[in-house]
C-alpha cells in the first residue's frame, strides 16, 4: 500500500511540476521543480531533472529526488526515474527509491553546486 501512494504522489509530482531551467551545458538541460524544495532543519530536499539532447544507453531524461545539507556542503541521492525521451515521457527505463546512506562532499563549479545554493537560499 505504502508504494502505491508513493507512486502516486511521484505521477502527480511530475503531472503538476513547476520545473524551472537552471542550466544547459549543450550536452543536457537542467531543471529543478520550485514546488518540491522542502526544508527540514539543516537539509533541503528537491527534485530535479535532465534532458538530455541525445539518448544514453536508451535514457534521454531523469529526474532524482535530492537532499543536501547546506552548511556541510553535502548531498544524497533519495530516488530516481530515467525515462527514453526527453522531459519525462515515453517507457520508464528504471526507476530506484532506495535512499543512499552516504552523504557525498559537492563538488565546486559543477551543476550539483550550483543546485545546492539555490535551494538552499530559498529555506526559511
Same mark, same amino acid.
Given at each position: 500500500?505504502?508504494? &502505491?501512494? !508513493?507512486?502516486?504522489?511521484? @505521477?502527480?509530482?511530475? /503531472?503538476? @511540476?513547476?520545473?524551472? !531551467?537552471?542550466?544547459? $551545458?549543450? *550536452?543536457?538541460? #537542467?531543471y529543478y521543480d520550485d514546488k518540491t524544495i522542502i526544508a527540514n %532543519? ?6 530535479? !531533472?535532465?534532458?538530455?539532447? #541525445? =539518448?544514453?544507453? %536508451? ?10 545539507? +547546506?552548511? @556541510?556542503?553535502? #548531498?544524497? $541521492? &533519495?530516488? %530516481?526515474? #530515467?525515462?527514453?525521451? =526527453?522531459?519525462?515521457? %515515453?517507457? *520508464?527505463?528504471?526507476?530506484? /527509491? ?6 557525498? =562532499? ?6 550539483? $553546486?550550483? &543546485? !545546492?545554493?539555490?535551494? +538552499?537560499?530559498?529555506r526559511s
Open positions: 500500500m505504502k508504494k &502505491l501512494i !508513493m507512486g502516486l504522489l511521484l @505521477a502527480s509530482n511530475v /503531472a503538476h @511540476a513547476d520545473w524551472v !531551467m537552471y542550466g544547459d $551545458n549543450g *550536452k543536457a538541460e #537542467f %532543519g539543516a537539509t533541503v530536499s528537491v527534485w530535479e !531533472m535532465l534532458s538530455y539532447s #541525445f =539518448p544514453l544507453n %536508451g535514457v534521454q531524461s531523469n529526474r532524482s529526488h535530492k537532499e543536501y545539507k +547546506c552548511e @556541510a556542503r553535502e #548531498f544524497r $541521492n &533519495l530516488e %530516481g526515474e #530515467f525515462f527514453s525521451e =526527453p522531459y519525462l515521457k %515515453g517507457n *520508464k527505463v528504471s526507476s530506484g /527509491a532506495d535512499r543512499e546512506d552516504e552523504w557525498r =562532499p559537492v563538488v565546486e563549479g559543477t551543476r550539483n $553546486n550550483e &543546485l !545546492m545554493d539555490i535551494v +538552499c537560499g530559498k
